[in-house]
């Protein structure tokens, strides 16, 4: 299992010919606080910075193949998709950030089905980010964001950009989870299984 780290090898990513113009739109997230403090929430095995990055970098790739498509659009809501305030998953390094962040491992913590990470974290993400960042953000945007989960909740993208975010969400995390044992953690099911068993 791989450990939480900040330091992770992007060189594939930094090498390519299309990091330059990446990087000029994600710029401003990549370099703010809040958007730093990723790299200490844990996604899967990974950070939600490492992934995001990936997915925003995978989507931009995609969105430039075609004429069609607004490869800011997919930069930005690539980056933000998994912008949700709290996370789900302990591990050590959330005690470097303020409690609001580790909220369900709080002992007064009451978890529901209806709060499921799974089915939720979509629409918390795209708040959060319009909290942070609202000169970034559009309506295509936080469309993409809130909806990226599809079919896993069941209201689709409404624009092309939306289905390359949830493509490209798939195809990264996926790619690094490779066995599907792992599967019903990445749909945010693990969580339901532990609501039931309380
Ligand atoms: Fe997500
Ligand atoms: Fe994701």
């Not at 909290?131 to 936080?142: G, R, S």
């Amino acid at each position: 299992m791989r450990k939480t780290t900040i330091v992770k090898d992007f060189k594939e990513i930094v090498n390519h010919p299309l990091f330059e113009e990446w990087f000029n739109i994600t710029k401003p997230i990549l370099a703010s606080r809040e958007f730093q403090k990723r790299k200490l929430i844990k996604h899967h095995d990974d950070s939600v910075f490492n992934h995001c990055v990936e997915v925003s970098f995978e989507a931009f790739k995609m969105a430039k193949k075609s004429k069609e498509l607004d490869f800011y659009v997919c930069a930005i809501a690539g980056l933000l998709h998994d912008f949700y305030p709290e996370a789900w998953q302990y591990s050590e390094s959330l005690e470097k950030l303020d409690e609001s962040y580790r909220m369900r491992f709080l002992p007064n913590y009451k978890g529901s089905i209806a709060n499921i990470h799974g089915f939720v974290h979509g629409r918390k993400a795209m708040e959060n980010a319009l909290k942070f960042y609202p000169e970034l953000m559009n309506d295509k945007i936080a469309n993409s964001i809130s909806r990226h989960m599809f079919p896993l909740t069941p209201i689709p993208p409404k624009y092309k950009e939306g289905w390359i975010i949830t493509l490209a969400d798939k195809k990264v995390s996926f790619a690094n989870m490779p066995s599907f044992v792992n599967w019903p953690k990445y749909l945010g099911l693990e969580s339901l299984l532990m609501t039931i068993k309380k």
